[in-house]
């Protein structure tokens, strides 16, 4: 059950963070809440009882302390009330309002207080998988704790933690799991973060270095094929795009190696700025890859390549799911130099991959793809130029300090013509809208996508996409081709479900956010996204950016619960803000830039680091502090000895490439 939350060892286990902790220890008298606070209370169930509500059926279980009462009240989950009884000592949190002539606190966090000791009043909560609760997973990660804490190394250098005001590794570790209050579950979580933060920017700051210094590149000196691919195009370049080409030019002449980042919303021309670079490579006498996360945007980005670069140079395609002819066939012509531009999947990181001369290679939505995988590339071959490309928002602040190794450019413009995806938040009351907009949508022969936050029903009370599925088939889009696809499918069943909808084989794809990067359907005119709330600003305009491809006016309708008024101010910023960037920094000053690291952008760790709550000043000190050891580290042929603990777990996380640089 352990591994389902990719917990194999006992390291995983105590570096399975909680996401929050439910705090008891404050507890507020009844009679003295007020309306819209967030509170605990404490007290004797005095009711339980089921009534019908405007949203179907609510358990409003009455809780009194003897100065007054409180209703918990959860809607359309009546069978929580087995877990009630009247005379019951309990705990709950959440936020009260005054409603029906009582208090109410929807949906609330409770614990059974004869279940807790005063020390269990900071209560720790952990995602769960089927067969494993959290109170199951924190009493097993305590366990580990009592046994193996002693093991705990400490590995950021004790200068760094004096000035920092952290706490040791082994105290973050009881800290974070154990916490005596939330203050030291703060501390805990500031210190496990730091030091994730700072072995991110060691390791990105080190590679710049060794890879800038240690491996450089000849300068670029021709770039008439590249030139001549401009000159054919249809259309004309944005103002971003210009700019941009301009700026990679600089760093292929420059005579160093080129490692940047091209950010861009998705459909604002980052595919031919990436071919622009490719032939420029061809042009000067190397060899180009295009390294794409999954097979069918691979072979998508085949099918453009070979349409731009068309009489201009030799294209091939890579990936594990070629017969073992075509794909000794392609490894004898790549290593024969007769493939000038090789368009693939993981397959081209393989050790068996050998170049002729590779001279240029472009990722796509970098955040698929670790460190290690791009240090594969860089030290396998002959420092070939980088480019990586994302089309994930991420304020230019932020993408310094995260993309530690890159330099920055950034397409901040929509090609001409290019119509604005019509939005609309819509209550869950309404949702009946939405698909009328879908099966006009179908009438008139376009395609839509059906977005939601699970892959099958849990207990949130949020629909899931196999639920929608099955609904949409015999209700709303009755008669309509639908196909399902999520993360839980076989690669190649999901592969499958992808391509038919870019065939046009379904008319309508029901999905979880693995669309989130995905295919070019310019077809596509539409997308509801279920439980909207569930998602971050800078996801659902991500998803948003799947339809709107093509000249046809889209729209998109996230439909929202209703039952947080702040949730749906949140989503309502959506229906005027178009631009990515702006979401992005939105999302940055509500939720903090720990969100932009839940994306596993770059092979960070297997924790999940926005559990951890990171902050910006987290990300500043890390970087201030990772600098100066880099140095150290570049300086004579030992590293210092301080700095072992930390290139350990450096070495652990992103294997031995870091080094391969020093020793060349």
């Avoid at 952990?126 to 590995?155: K, M, Q």
């Avoid at 032939?279 to 945007?297: C, D, I």
């Avoid at 395609?447 to 029903?457: G, H």
Wanted: net charge neutral.
């Amino acid at each position: 059950m352990f591994a389902s939350l990719g917990v194999n060892t006992v390291q995983d286990l105590l570096d399975f963070f909680p996401f929050r902790i439910d705090d008891f220890s404050r507890v507020q008298r009844l009679r003295n809440l007020e309306p819209g606070e967030k509170v605990t209370i404490a007290g004797k169930v005095i009711s339980v009882a089921v009534i019908p509500s405007i949203r179907g059926r609510a358990l409003r279980v009455g809780v009194s302390d003897g100065t007054g009462i409180c209703y918990l009240v959860w809607y359309n989950m009546p069978y929580l009330s087995k877990q009630f009884y009247r005379g019951q000592q309990l705990v709950a949190s959440g936020k009260v309002e005054w409603r029906r002539h009582s208090w109410e606190m929807a949906h609330p966090r409770w614990e059974e207080t004869a279940q807790l000791s005063p020390r269990d009043l900071i209560v720790p909560v952990y995602h769960t998988t089927a067969g494993l609760n959290s109170s199951t997973i924190a009493r097993i990660v305590r366990e580990a704790l009592s046994s193996y804490a002693h093991l705990i190394d400490e590995c950021i250098p004790a200068a760094i933690t004096r000035r920092q005001g952290l706490l040791s590794q082994k105290q973050a570790y009881i800290g974070i799991h154990c916490p005596s209050s939330a203050e030291m579950w703060e501390k805990a979580r500031r210190t496990l973060a730091f030091r994730e933060v700072l072995l991110l920017q060691f390791a990105l700051l080190l590679m710049k270095s060794q890879i800038e210094t240690v491996k450089p590149a000849a300068p670029y000196t021709r770039f008439d094929l590249p030139q001549a691919f401009l000159d054919a195009l249809p259309f004309r370049l944005t103002n971003a795009q210009e700019r941009t080409i301009h700026e990679i030019r600089d760093d292929l002449c420059s005579g160093r190696t080129m490692n940047r980042l091209l950010q861009g919303d998705v459909g604002s021309g980052k595919t031919v700025v990436a071919v622009w670079s490719l032939l420029a490579a061809v042009a000067n006498g190397y060899q180009g890859a295009l390294l794409a996360p999954t097979e069918v945007l691979a072979r998508q980005h085949l099918q453009t390549v070979g349409e731009f670069a068309r009489d201009m140079a030799r294209v091939g395609f890579l990936s594990g799911s070629q017969s073992a002819n075509d794909k000794r066939m392609t490894l004898r012509q790549l290593a024969e130099g007769s493939i000038d531009i090789l368009v693939g999947t993981h397959a081209m990181l393989e050790p068996d991959v050998d170049w002729a001369r590779l001279g240029m290679v472009v990722t796509d939505e970098q955040h698929r793809f670790g460190v290690r995988q791009r240090l594969r590339l860089s030290y396998d071959s002959d420092a070939p130029h980088m480019l990586v490309m994302s089309a994930t928002p991420i304020p230019r602040s932020l993408a310094i300090t995260l993309f530690g190794d890159l330099d920055l450019s950034v397409i901040d413009e929509l090609p001409h013509g290019r119509k604005l995806v019509r939005t609309q938040v819509i209550e869950e009351r309404l949702r009946h809208l939405a698909y009328e907009r879908v099966r006009q949508e179908l009438a008139m022969g376009n395609q839509a996508y059906v977005v939601c936050p699970l892959i099958r029903e849990g207990k949130s009370g949020r629909r899931s996409a196999q639920e929608v599925f099955e609904e949409l088939k015999t209700g709303y889009l009755r008669g309509a081709r639908i196909g399902l696809a999520h993360g839980d499918m076989p690669r190649d069943k999901l592969a499958e479900q992808m391509q038919d909808f870019v065939e046009g084989k379904t008319q309508v794809l029901v999905a979880t956010t693995v669309i989130e990067v995905g295919v070019d359907v310019k077809n596509a005119t539409c997308m509801v996204i279920e439980g909207a709330e569930s998602f971050g600003l800078a996801t659902l305009h991500q998803l948003r950016g799947r339809v709107g491809r093509g000249e046809k006016q889209s729209y998109c309708f996230m439909i929202s619960s209703g039952e947080s008024g702040e949730s749906a101010a949140r989503l309502k910023a959506l229906e005027k803000l178009h631009d990515g960037f702006s979401v992005a920094e939105l999302d940055l000053l509500e939720r903090g830039p720990g969100q932009f690291f839940g994306l596993k952008q770059h092979g960070v760790s297997e924790i999940n680091i926005q559990d951890l709550g990171v902050t910006e000043d987290i990300l500043y000190a890390a970087r201030h502090e990772a600098k100066p050891l880099v140095e150290a580290f570049e300086q004579g042929d030992r590293p210092p000895l301080q700095l072992s603990p930390l290139l350990s777990k450096v070495n652990a996380r992103f294997g031995n490439l870091l080094m391969h640089a020093r020793s060349r």
